[in-house]
């Protein structure tokens, strides 16, 4: 790995991974990822910081958290100035690129996009600790993320607590049966207009200068089912079994089970995801009352089955829908930073 700033401001640099986790991947995606890394102001010296990891939602990647927009600072801004002013105790933020042409890998690995969640734990992670001044154990480690990127970083919390000490969840993809089914109608719909199926659609969706915007359910579909179902079997970009018929919106029971698998709420039925979830030194959840994907009620129901564990959280919800909800991370990310500041 190596360190640049490519003309960054003085609290962004890049840190470049040869990804060999993700070498020959099955979509020919990048393997080498250039990082994006937030340094808090006072970095440098023999100093050593916390790292919070902050994974992007579907169909963007660490990048788009350096987006400018018209009266908004980016996030590095935003971090910038909660430090320099006393907001938030100074840590690192890593911003990873786990992109698939697909436009995501809910932070998995599949057979059909590539190992992300392998790459992301056991590659990733070491490449950080061993080119940046940071504090390497666990009890130092926080996720966080929004939608499909609040989903990687629960779902990572549950199943690596050997890594983490905290998480945060902004709208994180559950409640699958709710969630996702309800978009099922939409992508069967835009899938009927393609005689040559998906990978039709998928050619036209990449050649595209303006794709269709009524299509992207069924890229998001198509992307949810080469992740969750992967089939090894097909080449790209069929390589993937929806849990649905098209023609009916039938549910394959099969199919529909390899999905549920990942489904955070049935996730925390298992007793070890539940302990490592009640170890946390802080768990925080939050979502839209608004949400368009219906993630609130999946939301108010982990937050619940939290409870009847005795599992301590916060769960938070805001007057507002999915998108654009940045600003949330000024309430999530100083509250990580406390968690894992921690010198015992």
């Not at 169909?59 to 938030?88: D, H, I, W």
């Not at 933020?93 to 992301?120: H, I, K």
């Not at 919390?157 to 709710?178: I, K, Q, T, V």
Request: charged content about 20%.
């Amino acid at each position: 790995m190596k360190q640049s700033h490519r003309n960054a401001p003085p609290w962004l640099t890049y840190v470049t991974v040869k990804g060999d986790t993700l070498r020959h991947n099955p979509l020919g995606d990048p393997h080498e990822r250039h990082v994006p890394v937030f340094l808090p102001p006072s970095y440098g010296g023999s100093r050593r910081f916390p790292v919070i990891y902050l994974l992007a939602g579907f169909a963007s990647t660490g990048q788009s958290f350096l987006n400018y927009r018209f009266g908004r600072k980016t996030l590095p801004g935003q971090l910038a100035e909660l430090m320099e002013r006393g907001k938030m105790r100074e840590v690192i933020v890593v911003m990873p690129d786990c992109m698939t042409r697909y436009g995501g890998s809910q932070y998995v690995d599949s057979a059909a996009t590539g190992n992300y969640e392998t790459y992301l734990c056991r590659e990733l992670i070491p490449a950080i600790d061993q080119s940046l001044c940071t504090l390497p154990q666990q009890r130092h480690r926080a996720v966080a993320g929004k939608s499909s990127g609040g989903f990687g970083a629960l779902r990572l919390a549950m199943r690596h607590p050997d890594l983490f000490s905290a998480m945060a969840c902004h709208s994180g993809d559950m409640y699958f049966e709710l969630s996702y089914r309800s978009s099922f109608p939409a992508a069967a719909r835009s899938l009927a207009k393609y005689t040559g199926g998906t990978k039709e659609f998928f050619e036209k969706w990449e050649q595209a200068h303006k794709p269709v915007s009524s299509d992207f359910p069924l890229l998001d579909i198509m992307a949810m089912a080469a992740c969750y179902s992967p089939d090894p079997s097909k080449a790209p970009p069929e390589n993937m079994r929806f849990p649905f018929d098209p023609r009916t919106l039938d549910i394959i029971p099969e199919v529909w089970e390899e999905w549920l698998a990942f489904d955070p709420l049935v996730m925390l039925r298992n007793n070890d995801y539940a302990a490592a979830l009640g170890n946390l030194r802080l768990l925080y959840l939050d979502c839209g009352s608004l949400d368009e994907y219906n993630l609130q009620f999946g939301h108010r129901k982990f937050s619940a089955q939290l409870e009847e564990r005795g599992i301590a959280h916060m769960y938070e919800e805001f007057p507002d829908t999915h998108g654009d909800t940045s600003y949330r991370y000024a309430t999530s990310l100083p509250k990580l930073a406390d968690a894992i500041a921690c010198t015992d």
